[in-house]
């Protein structure tokens, strides 16, 4: 194995393990909002329960995917410097775009969030969760513009063999940004949606926290009811934009190899196994024309088959094609809970269905899968461009012994799994633990209950604490 691969193996797993937690951190502070509001305008004691929560589980994998990211960003020097020194022009300046707004928005307003219950008002408390959830969303949207550019190069000027930026708008709004920037955003609130309604499933079976358990359910198949069909849409809408920009991509997921007869459509593979080697698939099971009819909204509608490219432009039919079937799946998988769910919550069964809850808690972890199968089809299908048609991988990689790249590889693997490995520990700790009650109602001019230490905005401990230290009146 070369350092080409090695180096692609590497940035591949980081950049797979840092995706996880943005696709639950965007969600899950727009929930942290939502329940501040909720315990705002109702005083019920359970939405502020909940809140703290949740912020908790917020506070270690905002963390963990900072840690992550920060990582992930170095291996443009180290490993892709080649592809930082002829479009660092370009991806550098939308780069620190996030770090000038979204960090800087996150990072002032983080501490607030974490530190400040009771010693800041109410509401200032509020617009710091508010700002959090916002300041997530702006980092989704400019590392999705630098991501999208990569795909759909637009904007740009060569000077010699760098890219130099010609218009702004056209590189930050490149062709496939919107759909990707809609596409991304809805499958992290869907990742946090199934992790919320996964929980309050759990909770109704064990018969634990029952009230909160209830609300998380119905809140999360409400919002998956809306979402799931949603995301359904965003994602047709982007399969066209790739059949235009990107056909032999899309080629691939559909594992389209030839041309077929005239007027004849493009069947839907429903079941394969691709053939490189033969251009084929193998076991084939096809719906004549519906691959037509989805993909370019016409019964004789044609797309650009894998063979129309020599085979070294073609990308990884394999792992593309299944990918993409995996992240269809879960979304149909998806699709079909949320529909029973409206049925059972209409019969009023949904809290005591046990095969019901059953599914949501199996089903509570299938966010992160579809993500990270859609991040595969992604990133994988724009092979073997790093910068779609115009720099090839082989030739953005940088001149590297296979021994460094193992060392670093390998250190990588060995820091995550005790990192990570740690965190997500805890994290279900805290799961397990669930929303513990919060007495007295908090105070915003008390300022008695300050963490000690940073960490102890995490402690599941550091609530009951108040509730046996009687709060200090002013005067």
Same mark, same amino acid.
């Given at each position: ?30 929930w942290?909002?939502?329940? @501040? ?8 004691t ?13 506070a ?15 291996q443009?020097g ?23 707004t979204?960090?800087? =928005? ?43 550019? =990569?795909?759909?190069?637009? #904007?740009y ?18 062709p496939?940004?919107?759909?990707r ?17 996964g ?8 018969g634990?926290?029952?009230e ?10 409400a ?7 949603? @995301?359904?849409v ?6 066209l934009?790739?059949?235009?920009? @990107? ?20 069947? *839907? ?12 698939n193998?076991f084939e ?8 009819l989805? =993909?370019t909204?016409s ?13 070294e432009? !073609? ?9 993409? !079937? ?17 049925v ?7 809290y ?21 199968? #859609? ?7 724009? @092979? ?20 460094s ?15 990570f ?14 929303? *513990?009650?919060?007495?007295?109602a908090?105070e915003?001019?008390d ?28 005067g």
């Amino acid at each position: 194995m070369d350092a080409l691969m090695l180096s692609r193996i590497q940035f591949g797993f980081v950049i797979s393990f840092h995706v996880l937690f943005p696709a639950f951190t965007v969600g899950l502070s727009s929930w942290l909002a939502f329940l @501040q509001w909720r315990w705002l305008r109702t005083r019920d004691t359970i939405w502020r329960d909940m809140f703290f929560f949740w912020m908790k589980v917020f506070a270690i994998s905002f963390g963990m995917g900072v840690v992550s990211g920060i990582v992930m960003s170095f291996q443009f020097g180290t490993n892709w410097s080649v592809l930082s020194e002829r479009a660092g022009h370009i991806l550098g300046p939308l780069l620190a775009y996030e770090v000038l707004t979204a960090f800087f =928005l996150e990072a002032s307003f983080l501490g607030v969030m974490l530190f400040g219950w009771r010693k800041v008002p109410e509401k200032l408390h509020f617009f710091s969760t508010c700002m959090v959830a916002l300041g997530t969303l702006i980092s989704t949207f400019w590392i999705l513009s630098a991501n999208s550019w =990569l795909h759909t190069p637009a #904007g740009y000027e060569m000077v010699g063999d760098m890219f130099h930026p010609a218009s702004w708008r056209e590189i930050i709004f490149n062709p496939s940004f919107p759909f990707r920037l809609a596409h991304m955003v809805l499958a992290a609130f869907i990742t946090t949606c199934f992790v919320i309604g996964g929980v309050g499933a759990w909770y109704l079976r064990r018969g634990d926290h029952l009230e909160p358990g209830r609300r998380m359910l119905k809140l999360a198949v409400a919002f998956a009811a809306i979402a799931v069909p949603l @995301q359904i849409v965003v994602g047709d809408l982007h399969g066209l934009a790739t059949a235009e920009y @990107q056909p032999t991509k899309l080629a691939a997921m559909e594992g389209h190899w030839h041309h077929g007869a005239p007027g004849a459509g493009v069947p *839907l593979v429903v079941f394969g196994l691709p053939d490189e080697a033969n251009e084929r698939n193998n076991f084939e099971l096809a719906i004549p024309r519906l691959g037509s009819l989805i =993909l370019t909204h016409s019964l004789d509608g044609e797309i650009e088959p894998l063979t129309a490219v020599p085979p070294e432009e !073609r990308p990884p039919v394999v792992p593309v094609f299944w990918s993409f !079937r995996v992240m269809v799946g879960i979304g149909m998988l998806m699709l079909l809970l949320c529909a029973l769910s409206l049925v059972a919550w209409r019969r009023d069964r949904l809290y005591d269905t046990r095969w019901l809850l059953d599914g949501w808690r199996i089903m509570a972890p299938s966010g992160f899968i579809a993500v990270l199968a #859609g991040w595969f089809v992604v990133e994988m299908g724009r @092979q073997p461009w790093v910068v779609q048609g115009l720099l090839r991988t082989e030739d953005a990689v940088s001149d590297l012994e296979v021994s460094s790249v193992v060392i670093s590889l390998s250190a990588f693997l060995l820091a995550y799994a005790i990192v990570f490995g740690a965190g997500g520990s805890y994290i279900y700790k805290l799961l397990r633990r669930g929303p *513990l009650p919060f007495e007295p109602a908090p105070e915003s001019d008390d300022g008695e209950r300050t963490p000690r230490r940073p960490i102890s905005a995490a402690d599941p401990n550091e609530h009951e604490v108040d509730v046996a230290k009687p709060a200090r009146r002013p005067g």
